[in-house]
C-alpha cells in the first residue's frame, strides 16, 4: 500500500512552522509496511487544496491530510474535499451533539461557527477526535481512500493511532519497513556510492541510499519484508555488506557521532583512559567543543590551547619563532610542535593540532583558502619519558567551502586522524 501526505496551512507553506505532522506519520506508515511516495504542502486556499487532492490521489492508495478543518475563516479543507468530490456538505448531527456538549462541559454556549466542524462533505463520515473539537474525515475520492485529521500534532497523532493507522495496517498486509543509518566521514558521496556499487541499486530490497551532512555520509538503510523478524534479519546482512566494503570508513550508527567513536576508543576495555590535549589555531576551539559535547568526556579530554597569534603559538606553546618565520603558521613543522607541546603540557597520551586558512582572506598562492595543516604526537602509555619516546605526524589537507565549513571540516578530519591512529590503522584519504 502507498501512502501520500497533505499538509495544509499557511504557517506551513510560508516556512514559518516547520511541518512536524508530516515526519512523523511517515515514520510511522514506514513502521508498518506502508509505502509513502511523498509529501506535499499547500497554503489555506481552497482550489489549491481541492487541486492537490484530487492530483494527489492519483498517486496513492491512502492519502492522508492534516490541517485546516478548525471553525475559522482560513479553514477550508472540508471545502476543499467535497468540490474535490462533486458534493455538497451535510450536517453529522452525532458530532454536532459532540461538541455542543464539550462547550456545555465548559460552561459556555457554543459559538456558531464552530457547527462548521460538524460538517462533512456527503459520502463522507466522521472521525471521533478524542481531544478536540475538529471531527476527523474519512471519504473516498476517485475511489482512493481519504483520511483528514487536524493539524494540532495532539489531535493528529491520537486520530492516527486510533483510526488510520489500523486501517492501513490491514491494507498493507501486516508488512514491516526496518531502517537504520551508517555514518562515514573522509570521502565524498561519490567516493562512497562507487564503493558500494550494486548495493545502491534502486530496485534493491533492502535498499540503500546516501545523504550528507556537515561532510558526514551517511548510509540509509530500508528493509522491506512480510515481518519485522524477516525485514530486520536482512537489513542486517545488508549492513554487514556495507561494513565489508567500506570498512573504517564507518564511525558509527544511527545517533552515534565522530567524538562518540573516540570516546570508546580511548576508554573501552581499558582500565585507565587514554587522553588527549589539543592546539587549535584556525578551529578556535571547535575540537575542544566536539570533545566535550559529551558529558564524561573529562576522563581522557584533558584540555587545550587556542593558539590564534604567532605570539600565543610562541608563547603558549613554544613554538620555535623561526620555524613560524621561515615555515609559516600553516605548515607541518608548527603543528607538529603545536601537538608535541600540548602533549608534553597536558601530560596526555596524544596532543592534535590544526592551523589552516580558514579564509576568506588569507590564503596566498601556495596556501590556497583551504589550506589546512593537522598535527597528531603520541606517547605510548607506560613507554619512554623523554620527547625522543613521542610518535609524531602531520598531514596537509586542501578542503572545500567557506570559513565555516572549513573549521568543521577541519576539526572533524583532525579527529578522524586521531581515530584511525587509535585503531591503529592507515587513514584511508589522501
Ligand atoms: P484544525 O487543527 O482545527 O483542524 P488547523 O490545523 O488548520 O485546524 P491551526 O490553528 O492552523 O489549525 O493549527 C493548529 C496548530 O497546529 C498550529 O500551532 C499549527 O502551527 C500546528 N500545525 C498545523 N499543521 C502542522 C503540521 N503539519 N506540523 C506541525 N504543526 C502543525
Ligand atoms: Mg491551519
Known sequence: MKAFILSIGDELALGQTIDTNSAWMSQQLASIGCDVAGHMTVSDDKIAIRDAMTYLVGLCDVLIVSGGIGPTDDDLTRFALADAMGVELYLDEGWAKEVEGFFTRIGRVMPKQNQVQAMMPVGATSIFNTCGTAAGIRAKLKGKDVFVTPGVPKEMKAMFDRDIKPFVKTFAGGAAIVSSTLHTFGQGESTIAEKLGDLMNR??????????????????????????????????????????????????????????????????????????????????????????????????????????????KYERLGVNMEMLNVYGAVSEQVVLQMARSARRLMSTTYGISVSGVAGPTGGSPTKPVGTVCIGLAYLEPGGGKTEDHVFSMARTFQLPGDRDMIRDRSAKMALTLLRFHLMQKPTPFQ
Do not use: H, W
Request: proline letters at 3%.
Open 203 to 312: 530496485s534493491r530490497n533492502p535498499s540503500v541510499g546516501t545523504t550528507v551532512s556537515g561532510g558526514i555520509v551517511s548510509l540509509r538503510v530500508n528493509s522491506r519484508f512480510e515481518s519485522v523478524e524477516r525485514a530486520t534479519e536482512e537489513l542486517r546482512k545488508t549492513e554487514q555488506q556495507c561494513e565489508a566494503l567500506l570498512g573504517d570508513l564507518i564511525f558509527g550508527k544511527e545517533d552515534q557521532t565522530l567524538p562518540m567513536a573516540i570516546a570508546s576508543l580511548l576508554t573501552q576495555g581499558r582500565e585507565k583512559p587514554l587522553t588527549v590535549a589539543t592546539a587549535e589555531s584556525c578551529t578556535g576551539g571547535l575540537i575542544a567543543k566536539m570533545l566535550t559535547d559529551l558529558s564524561g568526556s573529562s576522563s581522557y579530554y584533558m584540555g587545550g590551547f587556542v593558539t590564534y597569534s604567532n605570539k600565543s
